[in-house]
């Protein structure tokens, strides 16, 4: 089922299914600026990742003596989700776990995904809430997808991202989509990044820790450009899925994926969120569009 939610400045839609957003459109223009899920690329457009980010090693994991299968990202945004709360500027999205999510994850939660639009921001929420008796590990991410190029006529080779700050940044390396421990110097001393079509021949960028809580995808031709807030989230994915792909994701994640060597065993993920019985957790990462 699909929703709306418009103000002043823009437009978005988003479906139960994995509380997934359809579109976000700046009014001045009619302009989409999310991609639209041509299969023939990539089918998604802005998936939720819970409760893992990442491909986990073998695609599985132990805890507690037992071993889980689960496939890259995990599986909310493969689930249909129950629309909580509406008003004029928010929609509130909910699942909790049910005999299939216990197969693959041995805990009892809520995932609220909440989006509030204000100005030309969206606004997107995670609330993670402990309905178990004991610790939960999990890990939450945003996988959006903009039109890469914004507008008709322009090049990839016109577009970069500029982070806010000046970086000194590596990337991590992904090997089948398991970090292997290397790195390679992308920033140094820069706030820009330049962007070509094969920026991402060797799959994401992977960054961790930057100085930075935005970056903004920008064109040396056109006004248009995509600015995501990440305060808060200790690791950037930048991806496209191909030279060819008309897409870009920028990707704020509360987890990373398995290394080449790891445990398998969840409590020692890199990135894992640790949450006691009862408790929450909540993050938001911001999408304007200009």
Known sequence: MISKLENNEIKIEVDTAGAQ????????????YLWHGNSEYWGRRAPVLFPIVGRLKDDRYFYDGQKYKMTQHGFARDKEFELV???????????EESEATLEKYPFRFRLEIKYTIKGNSLFVA???????????YFSVGAHPAFYWP?????????????????????????ESGLLNHQTEKVLTDSKILEL???TFKEDALVFKNLKSEKVTLKSRKSDRE?????????????????????FICIEPWQGIADSVDS????????????????????????????
């Open 21 to 32: 957003l359809q579109k976000l459109i700046l009014k001045k223009d009619n302009k989409n």
């Open 126 to 136: 995670y609330r993670v809430v402990n309905q178990d008796h004991q610790e939960i």
């Open 196 to 198: 070509q079509p094969d």
């Open 85 to 95: 709360e509406q008003s004029r500027n928010h929609l509130t999205y909910a699942i």
């Open 150 to 174: 914004l507008t008709e006529g322009e090049s990839k080779e016109d577009y970069y991202l500029e982070f806010e700050k000046k970086e000194n940044a590596d990337k991590y390396l992904l």
């Open 226 to 246: 995509v600015e995501v807030e990440f305060k808060g989230f200790p690791f950037l994915g930048i991806w496209s899925q191909s030279a060819e792909a008309p």
């Open 263 to 290: 445990s398998g065993k969840i409590e020692q993920k890199e990135g894992i969120r640790k949450l006691k019985a009862g408790k929450e957790f909540e993050c938001t990462h911001t999408i304007t569009i200009r």
